[in-house]
Protein backbone atom coordinates (compact mmCIF):
# COMPACT_ATOMS: atom_id res chain seq x y z
CA UNK A 1 0.00 0.00 0.00
CA UNK A 2 0.93 3.57 -0.38
CA UNK A 3 2.76 5.54 2.29
CA UNK A 4 0.89 5.29 5.79
CA UNK A 5 -1.63 8.16 6.54
CA UNK A 6 -1.81 9.66 9.99
CA UNK A 7 -5.38 11.10 9.48
CA UNK A 8 -8.67 9.41 10.08
CA UNK A 9 -10.88 10.06 7.95
CA UNK A 10 -13.53 12.58 9.63
CA UNK A 11 -17.23 10.62 10.28
CA UNK A 12 -18.65 13.66 7.91
CA UNK A 13 -16.19 12.42 5.15
CA UNK A 14 -17.01 8.74 5.65
CA UNK A 15 -19.88 7.20 2.92
CA UNK A 16 -19.49 3.93 4.25
CA UNK A 17 -17.79 2.45 7.54
CA UNK A 18 -17.11 -1.88 8.07
CA UNK A 19 -15.46 -4.18 9.80
CA UNK A 20 -13.83 -6.69 7.32
CA UNK A 21 -11.43 -9.65 7.83
CA UNK A 22 -8.38 -10.54 5.77
CA UNK A 23 -8.30 -12.77 2.96
CA UNK A 24 -4.87 -14.54 1.63
CA UNK A 25 -3.76 -14.45 -1.80
CA UNK A 26 -3.06 -17.72 -3.28
CA UNK A 27 0.87 -16.56 -4.62
CA UNK A 28 3.31 -14.95 -2.87
CA UNK A 29 3.06 -11.79 -1.52
CA UNK A 30 5.67 -9.52 -1.86
CA UNK A 31 3.67 -6.32 -2.52
CA UNK A 32 3.00 -4.74 0.30
CA UNK A 33 5.06 -1.78 0.84
CA UNK A 34 5.82 -2.56 4.15
CA UNK A 35 2.04 -3.05 5.13
CA UNK A 36 2.39 -6.25 7.86
CA UNK A 37 -0.41 -8.46 7.66
CA UNK A 38 -2.49 -6.94 4.60
CA UNK A 39 -4.92 -8.49 2.47
CA UNK A 40 -3.72 -9.50 -0.97
CA UNK A 41 -0.86 -9.33 -2.92
CA UNK A 42 0.11 -9.56 -7.03
CA UNK A 43 -1.48 -12.93 -7.79
CA UNK A 44 -5.24 -14.60 -7.55
CA UNK A 45 -7.14 -15.04 -4.51
CA UNK A 46 -7.75 -18.66 -2.98
CA UNK A 47 -8.61 -19.26 0.80
CA UNK A 48 -5.75 -18.84 2.83
CA UNK A 49 -3.20 -21.37 3.12
CA UNK A 50 -1.49 -20.86 6.74
CA UNK A 51 -2.88 -21.42 9.78
CA UNK A 52 -2.17 -17.69 10.85
CA UNK A 53 -4.85 -15.52 12.58
CA UNK A 54 -6.97 -13.73 10.68
CA UNK A 55 -6.12 -9.84 10.88
CA UNK A 56 -9.00 -7.73 11.40
CA UNK A 57 -9.42 -4.17 9.87
CA UNK A 58 -11.86 -1.16 9.94
CA UNK A 59 -12.16 -0.02 6.29
CA UNK A 60 -13.91 3.73 5.31
CA UNK A 61 -15.14 4.68 1.86
CA UNK A 62 -14.44 8.68 1.15
CA UNK A 63 -15.15 10.19 -1.97
CA UNK A 64 -11.33 9.92 -2.92
CA UNK A 65 -10.36 6.91 -0.70
CA UNK A 66 -10.52 3.91 0.77
CA UNK A 67 -9.30 3.85 4.25
CA UNK A 68 -7.63 1.14 5.86
CA UNK A 69 -6.95 0.53 10.00
CA UNK A 70 -6.01 -2.78 10.82
CA UNK A 71 -7.86 -3.77 14.32
CA UNK A 72 -5.91 -6.76 15.66
CA UNK A 73 -3.35 -8.34 16.09
CA UNK A 74 -1.70 -4.85 17.00
CA UNK A 75 -4.12 -1.69 15.95
CA UNK A 76 -2.04 1.65 16.35
CA UNK A 77 -1.14 4.21 13.48
CA UNK A 78 1.28 2.17 12.03
CA UNK A 79 -1.33 0.42 11.32
CA UNK A 80 -3.16 2.80 9.03
CA UNK A 81 -3.03 2.96 5.22
CA UNK A 82 -4.88 4.52 2.24
CA UNK A 83 -5.82 3.40 -1.16
CA UNK A 84 -6.28 6.29 -3.47
CA UNK A 85 -9.16 6.26 -5.57
CA UNK A 86 -7.43 7.08 -8.58
CA UNK A 87 -5.18 4.43 -8.05
CA UNK A 88 -8.04 1.84 -8.39
CA UNK A 89 -9.00 0.19 -11.72
CA UNK A 90 -12.20 -1.38 -10.55
CA UNK A 91 -13.53 -4.00 -7.89
CA UNK A 92 -15.38 -6.96 -7.39
CA UNK A 93 -17.57 -9.42 -5.60
CA UNK A 94 -17.23 -12.54 -6.57
CA UNK A 95 -20.40 -14.75 -6.99
CA UNK A 96 -21.43 -17.59 -4.53
CA UNK A 97 -20.36 -20.22 -3.67
CA UNK A 98 -17.36 -17.67 -2.94
CA UNK A 99 -17.09 -16.22 0.51
CA UNK A 100 -18.38 -12.98 0.49
CA UNK A 101 -15.23 -10.86 -0.89
CA UNK A 102 -14.34 -7.41 -1.73
CA UNK A 103 -11.30 -7.52 -4.43
CA UNK A 104 -10.01 -4.45 -5.03
CA UNK A 105 -7.20 -4.26 -8.44
CA UNK A 106 -5.12 -1.76 -7.82
CA UNK A 107 -1.94 -0.31 -9.72
CA UNK A 108 -0.18 1.96 -7.65
CA UNK A 109 2.76 3.96 -9.28
CA UNK A 110 6.09 2.93 -8.72
CA UNK A 111 9.40 4.13 -10.62
CA UNK A 112 11.19 3.19 -13.01
CA UNK A 113 14.50 3.96 -14.64
CA UNK A 114 12.75 5.51 -17.21
CA UNK A 115 8.99 6.88 -16.54
CA UNK A 116 6.40 5.78 -13.96
CA UNK A 117 5.31 2.49 -14.74
CA UNK A 118 2.03 0.64 -12.39
CA UNK A 119 2.18 -3.01 -11.41
CA UNK A 120 -0.87 -5.06 -10.45
CA UNK A 121 -2.13 -5.26 -6.78
CA UNK A 122 -5.32 -7.27 -5.65
CA UNK A 123 -6.37 -6.49 -2.25
CA UNK A 124 -9.26 -8.97 -1.05
CA UNK A 125 -11.30 -8.24 2.13
CA UNK A 126 -14.08 -10.60 3.63
CA UNK A 127 -16.72 -9.08 4.48
CA UNK A 128 -19.39 -10.13 7.46
CA UNK A 129 -22.22 -10.92 4.82
CA UNK A 130 -22.83 -11.13 1.27
CA UNK A 131 -25.21 -8.20 0.75
CA UNK A 132 -22.08 -6.13 2.67
CA UNK A 133 -19.69 -7.23 0.41
CA UNK A 134 -21.72 -6.05 -2.82
CA UNK A 135 -22.54 -2.85 -0.43
CA UNK A 136 -18.88 -1.77 -0.86
CA UNK A 137 -18.50 -2.68 -4.35
CA UNK A 138 -21.53 -1.17 -5.71
CA UNK A 139 -20.23 1.96 -3.75
CA UNK A 140 -16.61 1.43 -4.64
CA UNK A 141 -18.25 1.45 -8.58
CA UNK A 142 -20.09 4.49 -8.42
CA UNK A 143 -17.56 6.58 -6.91
CA UNK A 144 -15.09 4.90 -10.11
CA UNK A 145 -18.28 5.93 -11.98
CA UNK A 146 -18.56 9.11 -10.84
CA UNK A 147 -22.19 8.85 -9.87
CA UNK A 148 -22.70 11.55 -7.44
CA UNK A 149 -23.17 10.18 -3.67
CA UNK A 150 -23.74 11.40 -0.43
CA UNK A 151 -23.08 9.77 3.34
CA UNK A 152 -26.90 9.44 2.69
CA UNK A 153 -27.11 7.17 -0.16
CA UNK A 154 -28.10 3.27 -0.30
CA UNK A 155 -25.97 1.35 -1.90
CA UNK A 156 -26.95 -1.30 -4.53
CA UNK A 157 -26.16 -2.12 -8.14
CA UNK A 158 -29.16 -0.15 -9.20
CA UNK A 159 -27.22 3.54 -8.92
CA UNK A 160 -24.80 2.16 -11.66
CA UNK A 161 -24.38 3.27 -15.15
CA UNK A 162 -24.97 0.44 -17.75
CA UNK A 163 -21.04 -0.83 -18.25
CA UNK A 164 -18.35 0.70 -20.67
CA UNK A 165 -18.40 -1.17 -23.22
CA UNK A 166 -15.31 -0.89 -26.09
CA UNK A 167 -15.00 -2.52 -29.24
CA UNK A 168 -11.23 -4.02 -29.68
CA UNK A 169 -9.69 -4.63 -32.99
CA UNK A 170 -6.86 -6.72 -32.68
CA UNK A 171 -4.68 -7.87 -35.68
CA UNK A 172 -3.34 -10.75 -35.18
CA UNK A 173 -0.35 -10.48 -37.39
CA UNK A 174 0.71 -7.59 -36.66
CA UNK A 175 4.26 -6.87 -34.79
CA UNK A 176 5.70 -10.06 -33.98
CA UNK A 177 2.45 -11.66 -34.23
CA UNK A 178 1.72 -11.63 -30.08
CA UNK A 179 -1.28 -9.07 -30.48
CA UNK A 180 -3.40 -11.53 -29.03
CA UNK A 181 -1.09 -13.55 -26.51
CA UNK A 182 -1.17 -9.90 -25.11
CA UNK A 183 -4.71 -9.58 -25.61
CA UNK A 184 -5.66 -12.81 -23.60
CA UNK A 185 -2.57 -12.07 -20.89
CA UNK A 186 -2.79 -8.50 -19.85
CA UNK A 187 -5.24 -6.29 -21.57
CA UNK A 188 -8.80 -8.67 -21.03
CA UNK A 189 -7.80 -9.42 -17.54
CA UNK A 190 -7.26 -5.37 -17.02
CA UNK A 191 -10.08 -4.81 -19.19
CA UNK A 192 -12.60 -6.90 -16.61
CA UNK A 193 -11.39 -5.89 -13.46
CA UNK A 194 -12.30 -2.50 -14.67
CA UNK A 195 -16.45 -4.02 -14.94
CA UNK A 196 -16.08 -2.71 -18.81
CA UNK A 197 -17.77 -5.11 -21.04
CA UNK A 198 -15.92 -5.60 -24.54
CA UNK A 199 -16.45 -7.35 -28.11
CA UNK A 200 -12.90 -8.10 -29.59
CA UNK A 201 -12.75 -8.95 -33.39
CA UNK A 202 -9.33 -10.33 -35.22
CA UNK A 203 -9.07 -8.44 -38.38
CA UNK A 204 -9.02 -11.00 -41.22
CA UNK A 205 -7.74 -9.41 -44.02
CA UNK A 206 -6.18 -5.59 -45.10
CA UNK A 207 -9.10 -2.51 -44.86
CA UNK A 208 -11.32 -5.40 -42.74
CA UNK A 209 -10.92 -2.70 -39.80
CA UNK A 210 -11.83 0.07 -42.00
CA UNK A 211 -15.22 -1.80 -43.39
CA UNK A 212 -16.21 -2.40 -40.49
CA UNK A 213 -15.57 1.16 -38.80
CA UNK A 214 -17.49 2.29 -41.75
CA UNK A 215 -20.65 0.54 -41.28
CA UNK A 216 -21.20 -0.37 -37.36
CA UNK A 217 -23.91 1.56 -35.40
CA UNK A 218 -21.16 3.61 -33.25
CA UNK A 219 -23.55 4.67 -30.71
CA UNK A 220 -23.11 0.84 -29.68
CA UNK A 221 -19.34 1.57 -27.93
CA UNK A 222 -18.04 4.04 -25.82
CA UNK A 223 -14.81 3.51 -27.62
CA UNK A 224 -12.54 1.54 -29.92
CA UNK A 225 -9.58 0.34 -28.66
CA UNK A 226 -6.45 -1.01 -31.48
CA UNK A 227 -4.27 -3.57 -30.31
CA UNK A 228 -1.91 -3.45 -33.26
CA UNK A 229 0.57 -0.92 -35.01
CA UNK A 230 0.24 2.17 -37.13
CA UNK A 231 -1.61 0.58 -39.69
CA UNK A 232 -5.01 -0.56 -37.88
CA UNK A 233 -5.17 2.71 -36.43
CA UNK A 234 -4.84 4.51 -40.37
CA UNK A 235 -7.69 2.19 -41.55
CA UNK A 236 -10.04 2.71 -37.86
CA UNK A 237 -9.64 6.75 -38.58
CA UNK A 238 -10.55 6.26 -42.02
CA UNK A 239 -13.29 3.62 -41.38
CA UNK A 240 -14.48 6.94 -39.15
CA UNK A 241 -14.17 9.97 -41.68
CA UNK A 242 -15.83 7.66 -44.39
CA UNK A 243 -19.28 7.60 -42.74
CA UNK A 244 -21.94 9.64 -43.74
CA UNK A 245 -21.98 10.94 -39.97
CA UNK A 246 -17.90 11.70 -39.67
CA UNK A 247 -18.19 14.55 -37.66
CA UNK A 248 -19.78 12.98 -34.73
CA UNK A 249 -17.88 9.91 -35.30
CA UNK A 250 -14.52 11.06 -35.47
CA UNK A 251 -15.34 12.06 -31.86
CA UNK A 252 -15.58 8.43 -30.91
CA UNK A 253 -12.55 8.10 -27.81
CA UNK A 254 -9.99 5.97 -29.45
CA UNK A 255 -7.02 4.16 -27.73
CA UNK A 256 -4.33 2.19 -29.53
CA UNK A 257 -2.15 -0.43 -27.58
CA UNK A 258 0.67 -0.88 -29.65
CA UNK A 259 1.72 -4.40 -30.41
CA UNK A 260 3.31 -3.18 -34.16
CA UNK A 261 6.43 -3.01 -35.81
CA UNK A 262 7.40 0.28 -35.61
CA UNK A 263 4.12 1.84 -33.38
CA UNK A 264 5.91 5.26 -33.86
CA UNK A 265 2.07 6.83 -33.51
CA UNK A 266 1.82 4.97 -29.59
CA UNK A 267 5.32 6.43 -29.10
CA UNK A 268 4.69 9.59 -30.25
CA UNK A 269 1.68 9.63 -27.97
CA UNK A 270 3.61 8.80 -24.89
CA UNK A 271 6.28 10.75 -25.59
CA UNK A 272 3.76 14.34 -25.42
CA UNK A 273 1.64 13.02 -23.06
CA UNK A 274 4.79 12.62 -20.50
N1 LIG B 1 -5.44 -10.59 -40.75
C1 LIG B 1 -4.69 -9.77 -41.50
N2 LIG B 1 -3.93 -10.27 -42.50
C2 LIG B 1 -3.16 -9.48 -43.23
N3 LIG B 1 -3.07 -8.13 -43.08
C3 LIG B 1 -3.81 -7.58 -42.12
C4 LIG B 1 -4.64 -8.37 -41.26
N4 LIG B 1 -5.22 -7.56 -40.37
C5 LIG B 1 -4.78 -6.30 -40.65
N5 LIG B 1 -3.94 -6.32 -41.70
C6 LIG B 1 -3.20 -5.20 -42.31
O1 LIG B 1 -1.86 -5.16 -41.80
C7 LIG B 1 -1.39 -3.84 -41.88
C8 LIG B 1 -0.25 -3.60 -40.92
O2 LIG B 1 -0.69 -3.82 -39.59
P1 LIG B 1 -0.18 -3.03 -38.31
O3 LIG B 1 0.08 -1.63 -38.58
O4 LIG B 1 -1.15 -3.36 -37.28
O5 LIG B 1 1.15 -3.78 -37.93
P2 LIG B 1 2.67 -3.47 -38.21
O6 LIG B 1 2.86 -3.14 -39.65
O7 LIG B 1 3.41 -4.62 -37.63
O8 LIG B 1 2.94 -2.21 -37.27
P3 LIG B 1 3.49 -0.75 -37.57
O9 LIG B 1 2.55 -0.14 -38.54
O10 LIG B 1 3.48 -0.06 -36.25
O11 LIG B 1 4.86 -0.95 -38.09
C9 LIG B 1 -2.60 -2.98 -41.64
O12 LIG B 1 -2.56 -1.85 -42.47
C10 LIG B 1 -3.79 -3.88 -41.98
O13 LIG B 1 -4.46 -3.41 -43.13
Request: proline content about 11%.
Amino acid sequence: MRSPEPSSPSPAEALLHGQFASWESGSSNNNNNGCPDSPGGSGGLSPATSPAPASNYALTLTHTHIHVQRLSPRPGKEARLLLPLSELLGCSCPRAPAPPLLVLYWYPPGKRRKGVSRRRQVRAYLAESRPEAERWSAAVQCLLREVPVTPNTEFSRSLLPRPRRLLLLVNPFSGRGQAMQWCQTHILPMIREANISYNLIQTERQNHARELIRDIPLSEWDGIIIVSGDGLLHEVINGLMERPDWEQAIKTPVGILPCGSGNALAGSINHYAG
